[in-house]
T-cell receptor, first 111, second 111 residues
């Protein structure tokens, strides 16, 4: 079974803080994704990475950056957190057979 | 475009069948997916169907695809209280790495 781990289940940060959300996979998959989930909007893609040091913007990259220094680890960075970034953040990996598996999610609250 | 639409809520009685519907707009969709999200958890891949198929059955789950109408449905037979969750439909387009998700349908099973 594919295992996707996210560093925190719940996080509370203050406006203006730098926030790191980390995602780790236990396999060797190239594709990794960061989504945010908001009620009534479903999941929206923030960024994805198709290999080490490779990244592409998704639909809503503004206010976020990412880092992929090692294949198993994909980090989402909020350079200066704002209240409209309060959300559930979900990491996923993509397999060669076109399946995506998700981590448990991080619920981030920015006050 | 990549609009994926679902109704937001569905209630059924325990033991009845549930049918969750999804429509999509992009005719280049290659794979269509159903995910389940239980409260406080990440998304669990339930099943997926390739666009050249029109039906897939897996135990209590039946997926029907009408490619002409761009309509996907998930039927859950003998619905149980443990099936209460949010169900997301998603599509993957030709050449894309990421998925486009619907808003999710919250299924409530009434005992």
């Amino acid at each position: 079974d594919v295992k996707v781990t996210q560093s925190s289940r719940y996080l509370v940060k203050r406006t203006g803080e730098k926030v790191f959300l980390e995602c780790v996979q236990d396999m060797d998959h190239e594709n990794m994704f960061w989504y945010r989930q908001d009620p009534g909007l479903g999941l929206r893609l923030i960024y994805f990475s198709y290999d080490v040091k490779m990244k592409e913007k998704g639909d809503i990259p503004e206010g976020y950056s990412v880092s992929r220094e090692k294949k198993e680890r994909f980090s989402l960075i909020l350079e200066s957190a704002s209240t409209n970034q309060t959300s559930m953040y979900l990491c996923a990996i993509g397999t060669n057979s076109y399946e995506q598996y998700f981590g448990p999610g991080t619920r981030l609250t920015v006050t | 475009g990549e609009d994926v639409e679902q109704s937001l809520f569905l209630s059924v009685r325990e033991g009845d069948s549930s049918v969750i519907n999804c429509t999509y707009t992009d005719s280049s969709s290659t794979y269509l997916y159903w995910y389940k999200q239980e409260p406080g958890a990440g998304l669990q891949l339930l099943t997926y169907i390739f666009s050249n198929m029109d039906m897939k059955q897996d135990q209590r789950l039946t997926v029907l695809l009408n490619k002409k109408d761009k309509h996907l449905s998930l039927r859950i037979a003998d619905t149980q209280t443990g099936d209460s969750a949010i169900y997301f439909c998603a599509e993957r387009q030709t050449g894309a790495n990421n998925l486009f998700f619907g808003t999710g349908t919250r299924l409530t099973v009434i005992p």
